[in-house]
Nanobody, 116 residues
């Protein structure tokens, strides 16, 4: 079982930056592909970025490509999301996800608010 705790959210101005962290419990972190999702008020949860467990390959939603960077530190059981050039439309609750074989694990989310 994996428990995930996000941190680093907050208020930023448009054009600014924030760095989210997701700390995982347990000794299986390195076995999981990790992802970031977000959910804005009144909208469905959407994919933001993912990083594989093996070679660290990354995948991004078109809306964040070139602005956000996902990375992981398996020694620290942590995945990061560096968010640059923030836009008001990036405002959402950001969730960390660990992809499992039969079950996915989610964090509780961290709020990101970008003011114009």
């Amino acid at each position: 079982q994996v428990q995930l705790v996000e941190s680093g959210g907050g208020l930023a101005q448009a054009g600014g930056s924030l760095r989210l962290s997701c700390a995982a419990s347990g000794r299986t972190f390195s076995r999981h592909t990790m992802g970031w999702f977000r959910q804005a008020p009144g909208k469905e949860r959407e994919f933001v970025a993912a990083i594989t467990r093996s070679d660290g390959s990354t995948l991004y939603a078109d809306s964040v490509k070139g602005r956000f960077t996902i990375s992981r530190d398996n020694a620290k059981n942590t995945v990061y999301l560096q968010m640059n050039s923030l836009k008001p439309e990036d405002t959402a609750v950001y969730y960390c996800k660990a992809y499992g074989v039969t079950y996915d694990y989610w964090g509780q989310g961290t709020q990101v608010t970008v003011s114009s």
